[in-house]
């Protein structure tokens, strides 16, 4: 059993941050990569931001230089550092975790909400 647990969500104004954790239990073995979707209410959901084997990034190009996506391999843990977050960075975001040989596992959601 593979379980993730999302945590650091919350409502904040526009020009804030925000930092979310996710953390993967279980039976863990070798991490293929992990990263973060979000859907925003009727809209597409999309890829934020994932990070490889070794230490290999990619980011949508709506968060690139406002996002930063980290984990710390140790504590199977993925974090997304969002700064100057803007009204429409407002979605759940979804942490996922890709094992070698056992496939993906997703967390259950955390609301992210950017006032103006």
């Known amino acids: 059993q593979v379980q993730l647990v999302e945590s650091g969500g919350g409502l904040v104004q526009a020009g804030n941050s925000l930092r979310l954790s996710c953390a993967a239990s279980?039976?863990?073995?070798?991490?293929?990569?992990m990263g973060w979707y979000r859907q925003a209410p009727g809209k597409q959901r999309e890829l934020v931001a994932v990070i490889a084997d070794g230490s290999s990034t990619n980011y949508a190009d709506s968060v690139k230089g406002r996002f930063t996506i980290s984990r710390d391999n140790a504590k199977n843990t993925v974090y997304l550092q969002m700064n100057s977050l803007k009204p429409e960075d407002t979605a759940v975001y979804y942490c996922?975790?890709?094992?070698?040989?056992?496939?993906?596992?997703w967390g259950q959601g955390t609301q992210v909400t950017v006032s103006s």
């Open positions: 996922y975790v890709d094992i070698a040989r056992r496939g993906a596992y």
């Open positions: 279980g039976s863990i073995f070798s991490i293929r990569s």
